[in-house]
T-cell receptor, first 118, second 113 residues
């Protein structure tokens, strides 16, 4: 079974600063994928970034980067130069492998609420 | 370049009524997934469908819930005889292939009175 743990229920960061949102995962699958999604107060789920378990380099998408440490089973999201519009809930999620029947379903963590302040 | 469409965005039902939630995937996507989000929680997988086929329904409650994705038209999540505990946000996602990134719709907020 897959499990995602997000231990920070809430975080504050000042505008223009960088912030790291923690995510650890547990799986016995050899192949898996890790995702981060943003959920603003309006409620939609916005895809931010993806890291495959065999990707050797950390994923980056604009101001978002994923700090992937496979041995530690962590996939932290780093947001650089925070903006007021970054205030939202952030969810870490993972999918498993085909041979374990978990490739088609995402397992989500409980989320971290990020508040960007002036 | 429309994204995943869901309707209605908000749905109010009284206990015992039926709820029908619709999802149109992104153009070119043939894989549809439904998730449920209870207040202050993460999303929980319910069901994965391809056209005319239910592939994985391991997250669906055994009773009252059903899903379909017909050859023509949107995917439908149907909840019969709703109860207060069904109040939640229901999200649909789609992807071009199974292991690709899932893109989510705006969700349907179901309130059961």
């Amino acid at each position: 079974a897959q499990k995602i743990t997000q231990t920070q229920p809430g975080m504050f960061v000042q505008e223009k600063e960088a912030v790291t949102l923690d995510c650890t995962y547990d799986t016995s699958d050899q192949s898996y994928g890790l995702f981060w999604y943003k959920q603003p107060s309006s409620g939609e789920m916005i895809f931010l970034i993806y890291q495959g378990s065999y990707d050797e380099q950390n994923a980056t998408e604009g101001r978002y980067s994923l700090n992937f440490q496979k041995a530690r089973k962590s996939a932290n999201l780093v947001i650089s130069a925070s903006q007021l519009g970054d205030s939202a809930m952030y969810f870490c999620a993972m999918r498993g492998a085909w041979d374990t029947g978990t490739a088609s379903k995402l397992t989500f963590g409980t989320g971290t609420r990020l508040q960007v302040t002036l | 370049n429309a994204g995943v469409m869901q309707n209605p965005r908000h749905l109010v039902r009284r206990r015992g009524q039926e709820a029908r939630l619709r999802c149109s995937p992104m153009k070119g996507h043939s894989h549809v997934y439904w998730y449920r989000q209870l207040p202050e929680e993460g999303l929980k997988f319910m069901v994965y469908l391809q056209k005319e086929n239910i592939i994985d329904e391991s997250g669906m409650p055994k009773e009252r819930f059903s899903a379909e994705f017909p050859k023509e038209g949107p995917s439908i999540l149907r909840i019969q005889q709703v109860v207060r505990g069904d109040s939640a946000a229901y999200f649909c996602a789609s992807s071009p292939f199974t292991t690709d990134t899932q893109y989510f719709g705006p969700g349907t907020r179901l309130t059961v009175l």
